[in-house]
């Protein structure tokens, strides 16, 4: 079992930026591919991004490439979410998973372990 619990979120002005934190217990997270996804009201849970065992491969969605970064430190049991050059649109409660299967996907139900999340709001 893998226990993950996300912080950072919070209020911030459109072009402002956050970084989410995403600490596991339980198991150490190296055995597991990490993502983020977000779920705003009204609207399905989408993929943000993911990264793969040992931090090989990434991978975004269109959305949020190259104003997010998603990285990992295993000794820390953490995974984060760096991002900048923030919009209204991203506005959503943020949410980290583990997926044992060590490599990056976009579908939710690939993962097995997920987070209570996090509310991110960006105001105009």
């Known amino acids: 079992q893998v226990q993950l619990v996300e912080s950072g979120g919070g209020l911030v002005l459109a072009g402002g930026s956050l970084r989410l934190s995403c600490a596991a217990s339980g198991r150490n997270l190296r055995y597991y591919a990490m993502g983020w996804f977000r779920q705003a009201p009204g609207k399905e849970r989408e993929f943000v991004a993911g990264?793969?065992?040992?931090?090989?491969?990434?991978d975004y969605a269109d959305s949020v490439k190259g104003r997010f970064t998603i990285s990992r430190d295993d000794a820390k049991n953490t995974v984060y979410l760096e991002m900048n050059s923030l919009k209204p649109e991203d506005t959503a409660v943020y949410y980290c998973a583990a997926d044992p299967y060590g490599t990056t996907s976009s579908s939710p139900g690939q993962y097995d372990y997920w987070g209570q999340g996090t509310q991110v709001t960006v105001s105009s």
């Open positions: 990264i793969s065992v040992n931090g090989g491969n990434t």
